[in-house]
């Protein structure tokens, strides 16, 4: 569980850096964050019916942040720019920590359509 919310705030965070994910309320960006890092680290989207139900939200209410969520993760791999890297290095330096269980080094994003 401590991966699965640290890879959740490690999201949250990249969260920052595009504005379609901030025009996102922060309840459905919180929890399409949870569901990319339980599905990112278990394989499945078995959690989902649950996840969304505790949320109150539906899996169209959540879709745009995860879709924005998961093409985020999937940058973080491979920056398209110098420029980009430079701004995901604080990033991933925060998150290669062993208390944030090193998410940004050991979790390999989702390429899975969701």
Do not use: I, N
């Not at 309840?27 to 569901?35: K, M, N, Y």
């Not at 940004?104 to 390429?111: F, R």
């Amino acid at each position: 569980m401590e991966v699965v919310v640290s890879l959740a705030m490690y999201l949250t965070e990249l969260a920052l850096l595009d504005p379609s994910c901030l025009a996102c309320p922060g309840s459905r960006l919180a929890t399409a964050a949870l569901l990319l890092a339980h599905t990112t680290l278990s394989g499945h989207c078995g959690a989902w019916p649950m996840m969304l139900t505790a949320a109150g939200l539906t899996q169209a209410d959540v879709s745009p942040a995860l879709a924005a969520l998961q093409r985020l993760h999937m940058v973080t791999t491979a920056p398209a720019s110098p420029q980009l890297a430079e701004l995901l290095m604080p990033f991933k330096a925060k998150f290669s920590q062993d208390c944030w269980c090193r998410v940004a080094v050991d979790v390999t994003p989702w390429h899975h359509r969701l």
